[in-house]
């Protein structure tokens, strides 16, 4: 089986790799395609490259460009598309919102485009495409988004992620193309790039720095521990159903300030200090524009379908992510320094 990976370099997308390899079942071969943006760290991937060179491939190639989609699709031929390229953070779409438009819609629409004209009219394969509880905008004190909730998204980000959602959607009602989707709240685990909440404060706080905590730290996140996600993708994409959205979330609700707190607690621990200095560098920010009060999940169309639920303890996934960040002070400093785009440039773009 050929597997093509979009956004294998990035956060979830290497997470997912390298849950794929471990799978004993796991017999096929992956393409990863990435542009390699600020987001992507072929780092992440240094010990698959390595272990697996007849099974895994790795070519930098921009989604947005269609002659460069369809050439890959030619050549590798896949069987299966897990499409997780995309600019993926709120705060960028709000200082410039253009990558998001031409990477997460004109992209998707691309690898759609290639697939239909590839696949034509088979349905052994599918095109998975990994998407956000974002989309649904933001809920009030109660409530849990479903399936079925009418999409509202408020931020670029989350518009750009709604409308390639619609477009993949429309590829089965118009054209049959075989795809499934799912909508997942907020992941945290190794690999995520430190301009997310949790690897950002974890990474100040072993600087010392400020915590920068927007608005009155009241807003609501579900939290979801990577491995769970990936799992539940490989799940819908072998027995889930084929046209069907499928909402992917952790049961994990938690307070921003909460949230950091505990992070203070926990890495406080593994350095043997008073969680009281961590505490004392939150400060509190002007809010982000729109910001989203609160996501929750209903997850239990995937329960009942694919009998799926979060293994991962919340508590016990922070810890796990904690000592990760604190165990790799080098995949750390390679993006902070930069180290990492001079390697780029020496293992890639030479080739
Ligand atoms: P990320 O920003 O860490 O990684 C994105 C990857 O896509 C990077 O490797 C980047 O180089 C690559 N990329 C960006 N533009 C590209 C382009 N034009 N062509 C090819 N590659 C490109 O993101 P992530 O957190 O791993 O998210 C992966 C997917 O999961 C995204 O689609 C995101 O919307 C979705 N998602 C993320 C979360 C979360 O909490 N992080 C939650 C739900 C859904
Ligand atoms: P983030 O990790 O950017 O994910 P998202 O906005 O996609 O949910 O932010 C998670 C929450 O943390 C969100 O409510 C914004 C808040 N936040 C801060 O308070 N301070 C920060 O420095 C960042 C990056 C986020």
């Given at each position: 089986m050929n597997i093509l990976v979009t956004g294998g370099s990035g956060?979830?997308?290497?997470?997912?790799?390298?849950?794929?390899f471990k799978q004993e079942s796991f017999t096929g071969n992956i393409l990863n395609i990435d542009k390699l943006t600020y987001a992507g760290n072929p780092l992440s991937l240094i010990d698959i490259?390595?272990?697996?060179?007849?099974?895994?491939?790795?070519?930098?190639?921009?989604?947005?460009d269609a002659d460069g989609v369809m050439d890959v699709f030619q050549r590798f031929a896949p069987d299966m598309v897990i499409h997780f390229a995309a600019e993926s953070h709120v705060d960028r779409s709000i200082l410039g919102p253009k990558d998001f438009i031409h990477t997460n819609i004109n992209g998707t629409f691309n690898l759609l485009e290639a697939a239909r004209s590839i696949w034509q009219d088979r349905n052994d394969v599918v095109f998975h495409h990994v998407s956000t509880d974002e989309v649904y905008g933001s809920l009030g004190e109660t409530g849990y988004f479903v399936e079925e909730t009418p999409y509202d998204p408020r931020s670029p980000y989350s518009a750009s992620k709604a409308s390639s959602d619609h477009l993949v959607k429309s590829y089965f009602h118009t054209f049959g193309l075989p795809i499934t989707l799912s909508n997942c709240s907020n992941n945290y685990g190794p690999y995520q790039f430190p301009e997310k909440v949790i690897p950002l404060m974890v990474t100040n706080m072993l600087d010392r720095k400020p915590l920068p905590v927007y608005g009155d730290g009241m807003n609501v996140r579900?939290?979801?521990?990577?491995?769970?996600?990936?799992?539940?993708?490989?799940?819908?994409?072998?027995r889930g159903r084929r046209g069907e959205t499928y909402n992917i979330g952790g049961n994990s609700e938690m307070k921003n300030l909460d949230l950091i707190h505990i992070l203070c607690e926990l890495v406080a621990e593994e350095q043997g200090i008073s969680s009281e200095t961590l505490k004392d560098l939150i400060t509190f920010v002007k809010d982000r524009p729109g910001h989203d009060r609160r996501y929750a999940i209903d997850c239990s169309k995937i329960k009942r379908e694919l009998g799926w639920q979060p293994s991962v303890d919340f508590r016990e996934g922070m810890k796990r992510t904690v000592q990760w960040y604190l165990s790799n002070q080098e995949w750390i400093e390679s993006i902070r320094t930069g180290e990492y785009i001079n390697w780029i440039q020496k293992n890639y773009e030479e080739r």
């Amino acid at each position: 089986m050929n597997i093509l990976v979009t956004g294998g370099s990035g956060f979830i997308g290497a997470n997912f790799i390298h849950y794929l390899f471990k799978q004993e079942s796991f017999t096929g071969n992956i393409l990863n395609i990435d542009k390699l943006t600020y987001a992507g760290n072929p780092l992440s991937l240094i010990d698959i490259e390595e272990k697996y060179p007849q099974r895994y491939f790795f070519e930098k190639v921009d989604i947005s460009d269609a002659d460069g989609v369809m050439d890959v699709f030619q050549r590798f031929a896949p069987d299966m598309v897990i499409h997780f390229a995309a600019e993926s953070h709120v705060d960028r779409s709000i200082l410039g919102p253009k990558d998001f438009i031409h990477t997460n819609i004109n992209g998707t629409f691309n690898l759609l485009e290639a697939a239909r004209s590839i696949w034509q009219d088979r349905n052994d394969v599918v095109f998975h495409h990994v998407s956000t509880d974002e989309v649904y905008g933001s809920l009030g004190e109660t409530g849990y988004f479903v399936e079925e909730t009418p999409y509202d998204p408020r931020s670029p980000y989350s518009a750009s992620k709604a409308s390639s959602d619609h477009l993949v959607k429309s590829y089965f009602h118009t054209f049959g193309l075989p795809i499934t989707l799912s909508n997942c709240s907020n992941n945290y685990g190794p690999y995520q790039f430190p301009e997310k909440v949790i690897p950002l404060m974890v990474t100040n706080m072993l600087d010392r720095k400020p915590l920068p905590v927007y608005g009155d730290g009241m807003n609501v996140r579900d939290w979801l521990y990577v491995e769970d996600h990936c799992n539940a993708i490989w799940e819908i994409v072998t027995r889930g159903r084929r046209g069907e959205t499928y909402n992917i979330g952790g049961n994990s609700e938690m307070k921003n300030l909460d949230l950091i707190h505990i992070l203070c607690e926990l890495v406080a621990e593994e350095q043997g200090i008073s969680s009281e200095t961590l505490k004392d560098l939150i400060t509190f920010v002007k809010d982000r524009p729109g910001h989203d009060r609160r996501y929750a999940i209903d997850c239990s169309k995937i329960k009942r379908e694919l009998g799926w639920q979060p293994s991962v303890d919340f508590r016990e996934g922070m810890k796990r992510t904690v000592q990760w960040y604190l165990s790799n002070q080098e995949w750390i400093e390679s993006i902070r320094t930069g180290e990492y785009i001079n390697w780029i440039q020496k293992n890639y773009e030479e080739r």
